[in-house]
C-alpha cells in the first residue's frame, strides 16, 4: 500500500512539475484564433492577454481572419498589422496629471498635435539596416531596455529625447509641460523605466499601441495609384520626424545582440557595423546625392529580395480576399519606387 502510495504520489509531483514547466513556457503569450470576427474583439482579447491597449480609428466592424496560437507579443502585434492592414507603434503618452491623460487618449490616434501635445520620436533609418534587418527582436516591445546616456539637462523633454533615440517608441506629452527633474529614476525596461520618470515629476503616463487606419494617400478608395504621388508619399514616410543620430543607431540595433552565442553576435556585430557606416556616409551627403543614393539602394536586388521575404511572410496571415488586394497595391508602389520620375 506504501508503495501504491509513493508511486501516486510521485505520478502527481511529476504533473505538477509538467504544469508547472507548460504555463512558464506560455507565460505572457498571445493566442488570437478567430474567422471573420469584428476587429474590435480581436483587439480587446489581445488587451486582456497582453494588459497593453490598442488604439484605432480602424472600422472595429470589418471581419477579421488571424490565427496566432502562443505566440509573444510581438509577433502576436505583426499578424494584427498584417490582417488590420496597418503599420501600428508602441506609444507612451506622460500628462501633469490624470484629468490631461483622459482628454489626450480620445484624441488618438492622429488628432494631439492640434491639441498642442508634444511627439517625441526618432524612427530607424530603415535603408541601412541590410544585414542588421534578421537580429532578434525584443518578445515584448515594452521590455526594450533603456539605459540613458548623460542628459543635456536634467529636464523632462531631454531625458524622454535620450529614451525615444535609444528605443523605437513615439512619446507624447504637453507640449509647454518640461519639468526638471529632482529624484532619482530607475531605468531598465521601458514599461517600468518610463512610468518611474514620469511619476519622478509628479505625474502620469500610460503606454498603448497605436493602429492607425490608412493615409489619404493609401486609403483602398483612392483608385488606381499615381506613381509621381506614391512616390512622394514614400519620401514623406521616410523624411517624417527628426533623424536618429549614427550613435544611436548603433545602440538600437547593439541592444538586440543580448543573449546572442558568441560566433553569432560576432558576425551580427560586423552587419551593424556596416549598417551605421553606410547611414553615416549617407549623412554627409547633399539632398540632391541622398536622393540619388535613396534610389540606388531601393533597386538594389538584395533589398528587393528582403522586401519581397517580409512581403511574403506578412501574406500568409491574411486572409485570401486581403492577399490579393495587398498583391496589387504592392506591385503598385513597386514600380512606383521604380519609376519616381512617372517616365514610363
Known amino acids: 500500500m506504501n508503495r501504491q502510495k509513493s508511486l501516486l ?12 514547466v507548460s504555463i512558464h513556457g506560455w507565460w505572457g503569450t498571445i493566442t488570437l484564433d478567430f474567422e471573420n470576427k469584428p476587429l474590435q474583439a480581436v483587439l480587446r482579447s489581445f488587451t486582456r492577454q497582453s494588459g497593453l491597449p490598442v488604439i484605432t480609428d480602424l472600422d472595429g466592424n470589418k471581419p477579421i481572419t488571424i490565427h ?15 490582417v488590420a492592414e496597418s503599420r501600428g507603434r508602441l506609444v507612451y503618452l506622460a500628462a501633469p496629471n ?37 537580429l532578434p527582436r525584443w518578445g515584448d516591445p515594452r521590455e526594450q531596455t533603456w539605459n540613458p546616456s548623460v542628459p543635456k539637462d536634467s529636464s523632462l523633454v531631454s531625458l524622454f529625447e535620450n529614451a525615444a533615440q535609444s528605443t523605437d517608441i513615439r512619446i507624447l506629452l504637453p507640449a509647454g509641460w518640461n519639468p526638471k527633474i529632482q529624484k532619482s529614476v530607475s531605468f531598465g525596461p521601458l514599461s517600468s523605466a518610463l512610468p518611474s520618470l514620469t511619476r519622478a515629476v509628479g505625474g ?21 495609384p499615381d506613381r509621381t504621388a506614391a512616390s512622394d508619399a514614400w519620401r514623406r514616410r521616410w523624411s517624417e520626424g527628426p533623424q536618429l543620430t549614427p550613435e544611436a543607431f548603433s545602440t538600437r540595433l547593439q541592444s538586440r ?21 553606410q547611414y553615416k556616409e549617407w549623412l ?36 485570401p480576399e486581403q492577399r490579393a488586394q495587398r498583391y496589387t497595391r504592392y506591385n503598385a508602389r513597386k514600380e512606383a519606387v521604380k519609376d519616381p520620375g512617372h517616365t514610363r
Do not use: C
Not at 110 to 133: C, N, V
Open 284 to 319: 554627409t551627403l547633399t539632398s540632391e546625392e541622398q536622393e540619388k543614393k535613396m534610389q540606388e539602394i531601393m533597386q538594389d536586388p538584395n533589398r528587393q529580395q528582403r522586401g519581397s521575404d517580409r512581403f511574403i511572410r506578412g501574406m500568409r496571415m491574411m486572409s
Open 204 to 224: 502620469t503616463g500610460k503606454m498603448v499601441f497605436l493602429l492607425p487606419g490608412p493615409r489619404p494617400d493609401r486609403g483602398p478608395e483612392a483608385g488606381p
Open 9 to 20: 504520489f510521485m505520478i502527481g509531483l511529476l504533473g505538477l512539475i509538467w504544469l508547472g
Open 98 to 134: 490624470h484629468s490631461e491623460l483622459q482628454k489626450a487618449l480620445p484624441l488618438l490616434p492622429g488628432k494631439l498635435e492640434a491639441a498642442d501635445w508634444k511627439t517625441i520620436e526618432y524612427r530607424l533609418p530603415f535603408m541601412f539596416l541590410g544585414g542588421s534587418e534578421d
Open 257 to 277: 545582440l543580448s543573449g546572442m552565442p558568441a560566433d553569432q553576435a560576432k558576425e551580427a556585430q560586423a552587419a551593424i557595423d556596416e549598417s551605421v557606416k
Open 68 to 82: 496566432v496560437i502562443r505566440a509573444p507579443v510581438s509577433e502576436a502585434l505583426d499578424a494584427l498589422q498584417a
